[in-house]
């Protein structure tokens, strides 16, 4: 049974388009996460989601935007795609906080986006 | 900025031997985490430390954490193949956020 599911796996597409990333979790988690890797393998937050709730938005374009229909879900809208957006795009989801901090996160196999 | 950092970048051994993996971090943290990535594949959660735990086991894995010098080593004794990867450590700091902030992995090779 798949965890944590992303759609496409590849999406290869051209400057100007807009492309939508699909994410959906069957762990029962409340919290669910966009994340970025690029080329040298550096992973960054972009946004997060509690309970179809924003929670944090770091300093990504507004061309990007998520979606979280229900907490199972969480969907990556991007806007007039740039070249610079060229990356590996990963969906995770976990539980909530406890006091001893983030709870381990799983992750999705991840989106890989082409822009020529 | 980046939370976590690991060192080394590449690391290259042979089966059997150990490999050691260091992180270091530069804020408070509530817990450090280390993660797996296959290549091509997305991240698999190996162990979790908290701030007030010193070292950690999990089969083959040995984690420790020393909060005073901001870094943590993860051990991967008697090491096969199959544990060829990048390796991530990943912290939570006490801000209340509830984002991970992941270090730039350390990639190991083992040679059968």
New interface residues.
């Given amino acids: 049974d798949t965890a944590?599911s992303q759609t496409p796996k590849y999406l290869v597409t051209q400057m100007g388009n807009d492309k939508s990333i699909k994410c959906e979790q069957n762990l029962g988690h409340d919290?669910m996460?966009w994340?970025k890797q690029d080329s040298?393998?550096?992973?960054?937050?972009m946004f997060?989601y509690?309970n179809k709730e924003l929670?944090?938005n770091e300093t990504v374009p507004n061309r990007f935007s998520p979606k979280s229909p229900d907490k199972a879900h969480l969907n990556l809208h991007i806007n007039s795609l740039e070249l610079g957006d060229s990356a590996v795009y990963?969906c995770?989801s976990?539980l909530?906080?406890t006091s001893?901090?983030?709870?381990?996160?799983?992750?999705?196999?991840?989106t890989r986006l082409t822009v020529t | 900025s980046q939370q976590g950092e690991e060192d080394p970048q590449a690391l290259s051994i042979q089966e059997g031997e150990n490999a050691t993996m260091n992180c270091s971090y530069k804020t408070s943290i509530n817990n450090l985490q280390w993660y797996r990535q296959n290549s091509g594949r997305g991240l698999v959660h190996l162990i979790l430390i908290r701030s007030n735990e010193r070292e950690k086991h999990s089969g083959r894995l040995r984690v420790t954490l020393d909060t005073s010098k901001k870094s943590s080593s993860l051990l991967i004794t008697a090491s096969r193949a199959a544990d060829t990867a990048s390796y991530f450590c990943a912290t939570h700091a006490g801000t209340g956020r509830r984002a991970l902030t992941f270090g730039s992995g350390t990639r190991l090779q083992v040679q059968p």
């Avoid at chain 1, 040298?40 to 937050?45: G, S, T």
């Fill in positions: 944590v919290t996460y994340y040298k393998k550096f992973l960054k937050i997060s509690n929670i944090i990963f995770a976990s909530h906080l001893g901090g983030a709870r381990e996160q799983y992750f999705g196999p991840g």
